[in-house]
């Protein structure tokens, strides 16, 4: 699959050529002039990396970075800071910021394209890392089933709760509660994996909820799940 990567700098020049050398490096680039439409691009969009200049106008690298770790589903991605500032303190600034690679202008791209790839595997490993056991979770589902049945709580006499889920995040919850993966929920909806996540992150922000398990036992208390 892949990775797309999401560029924010306010030099058209810069822009056109970071984005041809990573392109023509096998990534898809989506380029923005500042960070309010990179804002934009991210209400409807969740790229693998991004990359950002600190010194543009009306919102800084350092406000957009901010802004993007508050979210709960983008706060995971990589975040790169591109700049010409490359003294020393401007580095530590940017790493007590939050960004994960700092690259000081004029800099070799090729370089660039290793960062973003070391970032690609390091956020790989901590996805496979994540990833509960499908064995365990498939148990954990049957026993909170099996307790829910028990305690006459699978089926509640109260109106079910009302929660403002999008038919898409219907959709995740009910395999969710089956057991599936995030990559097998991916191909059954042929979607991406990384939309999945997105999805999987909201629903733990609209139940309450802070694991798949949890997930699954709110569901099935509030009969949002078969």
Do not use: W
Not at 18 to 47: C, I, M
Not at 213 to 225: I, K, N, P, S, Y
């Amino acid at each position: 699959m892949t990775a797309k990567l999401l560029l924010v700098d306010d030099e058209p020049g810069v822009r056109e050529a970071v984005s041809a050398y990573l392109e023509d490096s096998g990534f898809e680039v989506t380029a923005v002039a500042n960070a309010q439409a990179a804002l934009e691009y991210l209400e409807t969009h969740v790229p693998d990396v991004i990359i950002t200049d600190i010194m543009m106008p009306q919102m800084d690298g350092y406000a957009f970075l901010e802004t993007v770790r508050q979210q709960p589903h983008l706060s995971h991605i990589p975040v790169i800071f591109l700049t010409a500032r490359g003294m020393t303190r401007d580095r530590i600034q940017g790493y007590d910021a939050g960004c994960d690679a700092y690259l000081a202008k004029p800099f070799d791209p090729d370089e660039l394209v290793a960062i973003i790839k070391n970032l690609l595997r390091r956020q790989a490993a901590a996805r496979d890392e994540a990833e509960p056991n499908l064995a365990e979770l498939a148990q954990q589902i049957a026993e909170l089933r099996a307790m829910l049945v028990q305690q006459g709580k699978r089926h509640p006499t109260a109106p079910p709760i009302q929660l403002d889920l999008t038919p898409r995040e219907a959709s995740v919850l009910q395999l969710v509660v089956k057991g599936l993966m995030n990559k097998e929920i991916a191909s059954q909806l042929n979607t991406s994996v990384r939309n999945i996540e997105k999805y999987v992150s909201r629903l733990f922000v609209k139940t309450g909820t802070s694991s798949r398990t949890e997930l699954v036992r709110f569901a099935l208390e509030h009969g949002l799940a078969d």
